[in-house]
């Protein structure tokens, strides 16, 4: 009976030990994974870069044409008053007329335009606006170039195509992550159509979402 004591007393302080241990390894790996996903948590919640688009041209402002000149109306002439005798007066004999003096030829001088003080000014012409810079492209050069995305759920790779500067097409090259790429397969659509690594978000895949995207930036990174 003493023998099966002391056995059982070696079998505790087996188990003891073995649980010791385990606590011992599982501490020193949560140790020393804790900074890596206190970092990839704090890069998820960062709002990522916007990077701008190309802007459409504006046209320039046609200029106002200034508005004719107001035609001038002429004064209606002024009537005159002439005296009439009473009943049973004869009228007074007209003065014989003098001659008329001699009057230069003088040539007809063209009427100056007088504006009608009723009639509103004309607008001063507006000046056209200077056209803006015309907007460069990024000027990637062409060709296919990989990048990696990371997340606390895993990696991912994206392909870029560049075509006459252009994005061509975009694709998941390599998907690392926990869960299974087909929840992102909408995103690699929108960096052809935007020109641009910035895609949508997933609802229940930010995750992936954001190693998608900075998988697209570190793919564009090499493209220049």
């Not at 492209?137 to 990696?148: L, S």
């Amino acid at each position: 009976m003493a023998q099966t004591g002391s056995n059982k007393k070696v079998a505790n302080s087996l188990v003891a030990l073995s649980s010791a241990a385990v606590l011992a390894v599982y501490a020193a790996g949560y140790s020393r994974t804790r900074s890596a996903a206190s970092r990839l948590e704090a890069q998820a919640v960062e709002r990522r870069p916007v990077v701008p688009l190309p802007l459409p041209e504006a046209s320039p402002a046609e200029p106002v044409q200034p508005s004719a000149s107001v035609p001038v109306r002429a004064a209606a002439p002024t009537p005159i008053a002439v005296p009439v005798p009473p009943p049973g007066v004869a009228p007074a004999a007209d003065p014989p007329a003098e001659p008329a003096a001699p009057v230069a030829e003088t040539k007809p001088a063209a009427a100056a335009a007088v504006p009608d003080p009723a009639a509103p000014p004309a607008p001063a012409a507006t000046p056209a606006p200077p056209a803006p810079a015309a907007l460069t492209a990024p000027g990637w050069k062409d060709g296919t170039y990989y990048g990696w995305g990371s997340s606390r759920h895993g990696d991912i790779q994206a392909a870029v195509v560049i075509e006459s500067g252009r994005i061509s097409s975009a694709t998941i090259a390599q998907c690392l992550t926990r869960y299974s790429c087909s929840v992102i397969d909408k995103l690699p659509p929108e960096v052809a159509q935007r020109q641009s690594p910035e895609v949508d978000y997933v609802s229940g895949a930010t995750q992936s979402a954001n190693a998608f995207y900075y998988a697209v930036v570190d793919a564009l990174g090499k493209a220049k």
